[in-house]
């Protein structure tokens, strides 16, 4: 255990050193955050209103608050002018950003006229459409107001299985894309670290040497629980920087107040996670331990990889039809159920044989892919120059 | 109790019989020398005697029992195909290697310094291995086996590359490792360095051991009917003598099956036209002895059986 131990944090701590794992945990978010940050900054100064002028000559909201809106301050200051041409010269002298001026035939034809050198942003059209809307029902009875705030009142039903949700929790509906990205962001960069590791300690002839004091499946055991660490620890990164990110986008954030996960659905997911994880990354440990170069083996993993990736190009299909047949043989596939339930778990109500039989399907693997590893790692260890070839890995399989 | 016992011990790989009916005992406190051409099974048995091979036939005991995972923490091993982490920094990497055979990380730290201080590489302790000479990797590469002072220490040809310098710091080491009492089992093409250090060895040919026991008896076995002296007369002509050629250490006299070194001795000193300086039983350098045993040319007359002895005997 103690060797183990050693093996795993002696991984960790070479792994989170190095350059790519830096950039890839720090660097490319924080770009990516930066990127964000400046498209909204040009996106909001390029058509922003600092202040608006009203003029109202149909003196219908004459009394109307231009300071409150649905109880909240207006987001843009808007300036009451008595008259049109006192308006125009704010404008001119660049005191306002624009001119609304509600015509005198406003309550028969809706005339409003927009005086302003471009068009008028979205949010300044929202925030004048609300002060006028809020005068317009201001007279009409509580139940007429509601119900003209939401004239459409929706159920939100998972496809296929007909699972209400609620309205303000249609987050949940992104978390299969959301998870299943993840679990292949993570479980591939991780399973290549291993890849590379096995490969690299063959290619610099250590390997040898722990084989004399390690057995092959404490080398193991130590290299996929110190991987699996610095992968976790890159998911943890992108996690905070996410929220970090959303954290700071209003509309983002009430959506993820709203968003609530059952904990026994996360308990699966993160089985589905982990065992998936443990599959892919023994399989990679496989081709590492059997592979001459950390080159060769990347071309070997590429098959594997497609059949990881294949419910997650079909996603849209299973989300469609979380139940079909495709989707249900997908859960039942090893290679495939992990992205496959990962989709399917927030959105489907899966029949508890499915994922009873999913989860012990993936789980035995997950175990025999490790000791496939151990043995492979046994015979090809000294194997200097020249790979194992797939009839010698499936020879050790069965020896 | 044997340090390594190896009884009647055969590996194949596929076809090719790589160990054949292999048995020999490495005893605590000796340097026991693994002799052999290219190709004629030691590394394979090495790796058997460190479970990284299996043997198809016989037992092999280190310790007196299996290689547990306790027994491993108590072998070093230099291997044939050498091999360190080429990207840390050296001292790091004997410390973490240390640490995987047992010691805390602050005895690894004290013993990595220690021994770096002792091969000259102190000041390069921060380096990484592929920044140093091949020498210097030769010598961190020894101490990832030293390290942890383990009571059986196995090393394939552990002056390669070593200076004269270096090659008897390493020799010091290995001494000193047999004087606390440890096991040593070096393999190497080095005849001299076996001479030198070891008190027994066995010399292995196409899988077999086709020597095995003391070195001096061994050498003795290997022994022509000859005698070399040095000094004057006419030796060529003496009675028993069919040939006589000039070597670098004198003239080799080859005596026919009737007569002994001692008949030419008493000879010599009868007679009063020779005078002689030096008189020595001729015996064969091991160098001559694994070229005779690995090419299969009889240049060397041999006294005893080729058979392997057992131990002890």
């Not at chain 1, 790519?20 to 058509?47: K, R």
């Not at chain 1, 404008?91 to 005198?104: D, E, G, T």
């Not at chain 1, 610099?204 to 629980?225: C, F, H, V």
């Not at chain 2, 004290?110 to 990797?137: F, I």
Request: net charge positive; with cysteine; hydrophobic share 50%.
């Amino acid at each position: 255990m103690r060797e183990i131990g050693l093996i795993a944090w002696q991984e960790y701590r070479r792994h989170v050193r190095r350059k790519g794992f830096i950039w890839t945990a720090v660097g490319v978010p924080l770009l990516l955050m930066l990127g964000g940050a400046v498209l909204v900054q040009v996106l909001t100064t390029s058509n922003a209103e600092t202040k608006l002028g009203f003029v109202d000559q149909s003196t219908r909201f004459a009394t109307t608050d231009l300071t409150q809106v649905a109880g909240r301050p207006v987001a843009i200051p808007v300036v009451r002018f008595a008259a049109e041409a006192a308006a125009r010269h704010a404008l001119a002298v660049q005191q306002i950003s624009a001119i609304v001026i509600v015509r005198a035939s406003y309550l028969t034809n809706g005339a409003v006229a927009v005086i302003a050198p471009r068009a008028l942003s979205d949010r300044a059209a929202g925030e004048v459409q609300a002060i006028l809307r809020q005068t317009l029902v201001a007279t009409l009875p509580t139940a007429t107001q509601a119900t003209l705030d939401r004239p459409l009142s929706l159920q939100l039903r998972t496809f296929g299985t007909n699972r209400v949700i609620d309205a303000n929790n249609y987050l949940l509906f992104l978390l299969p894309y959301l998870l299943a990205l993840l679990f292949l962001m993570t479980t591939f960069t991780t399973s290549g670290y291993l890849l590379q590791a096995l490969a690299d300690e063959k290619e610099d002839r250590i390997i040898e040497i722990l084989a004399t004091t390690l057995s092959p499946n404490q080398m193991m055991a130590g290299k996929i629980t110190g991987l699996s660490a610095v992968g976790l620890t890159q998911m943890l990164a992108w996690i905070a920087w996410a929220i970090a990110a959303l954290a700071v986008l209003a509309p983002v954030r009430r959506l993820l107040a709203n968003l609530h996960v059952p904990w026994s659905m996360l308990l699966l997911a993160a089985l589905f996670f982990l065992l998936g994880y443990l599959m892919v990354a023994a399989l990679y440990a496989t081709i590492g331990a059997a592979v001459t170069t950390p080159q060769e083996g990347q071309q070997f993993a590429g098959p594997i990889s497609l059949i990881v990736v294949i419910p997650y190009i079909l996603v849209i299909a299973i989300v469609a039809q979380p139940n079909s047949l495709l989707a249900v043989g997908l859960s039942l596939f090893p290679l495939t159920a992990p992205i496959t339930m990962l989709i399917r778990l927030p959105i489907a109500t899966i029949p508890v044989w499915q994922t009873l039989l999913s989860l012990l399907l993936v789980a035995a693997a997950a175990a025999g892919a490790i000791r496939l590893a151990a043995s492979v790692m046994r015979r090809g260890m000294l194997r200097f120059g020249k790979r194992l070839s797939l009839r010698e890995i499936l020879r050790v399989r069965s020896a | 109790m044997s340090m390594v016992a190896v009884e009647e011990v055969s590996k194949h790989f596929g076809p090719t019989l790589a160990v054949d009916n292999v048995s020999f005992a490495v005893e605590p406190g000796e340097i026991f020398g693994l002799l052999g051409p290219n190709g004629a099974g030691k590394t394979t048995t090495i790796r058997m005697i460190l479970d990284i091979f299996k043997p198809d036939h016989g037992r092999i005991a280190v310790f007196g029992g299996p290689l547990t995972a306790a027994a491993r923490q108590r072998i070093g091993y230099l291997p044939e195909e050498r091999g360190l982490y080429k990207h840390m920094p050296i001292g790091e990497c004997l410390t973490y290697l240390a640490t995987l055979k047992g010691l805390s990380k602050a005895d690894a730290a004290r013993r990595a310094t220690a021994y770096l201080e002792r091969v000259g590489l102190a000041d390069v302790s921060k380096k990484k291995v592929n920044e140093l000479s091949k020498g210097m990797q030769q010598k961190v590469q020894l101490g990832v086996a030293l390290l942890h002072s383990p009571d059986l220490l196995i090393i394939d040809e552990p002056f390669y590359g070593l200076d004269p310098v270096n090659t008897r710091l390493v020799k010091e080491m290995l001494c000193d490792a047999r004087d606390r009492g440890a096991a040593i089992i070096m393999s190497t093409h080095q005849m001299d360095r076996v001479e030198e250090l070891c008190q027994r060895m066995c010399m292995f040919n196409q899988g077999r051991i086709v020597l095995y026991g003391e070195v001096s008896t061994v050498r003795h076995d290997f022994a022509p009917n000859a005698v070399v002296v040095t000094g004057s007369g006419p030796f060529g002509t003496l009675p028993g003598v069919e040939r006589a050629e000039q070597t670098a250490q004198g003239l080799e006299l080859w005596l026919d099956a009737a007569t002994d070194p001692h008949t030419i001795l008493r000879l010599i000193a009868t007679r009063p036209e020779f005078t002689v300086e030096r008189f020595a039983i001729a015996t064969p350098s091991l160098d001559d002895i694994f070229i005779a045993v690995a090419t299969g040319h009889a240049q060397i007359e041999r006294r005893a059986s080729p058979e392997p002895t057992p131990v002890g005997a």
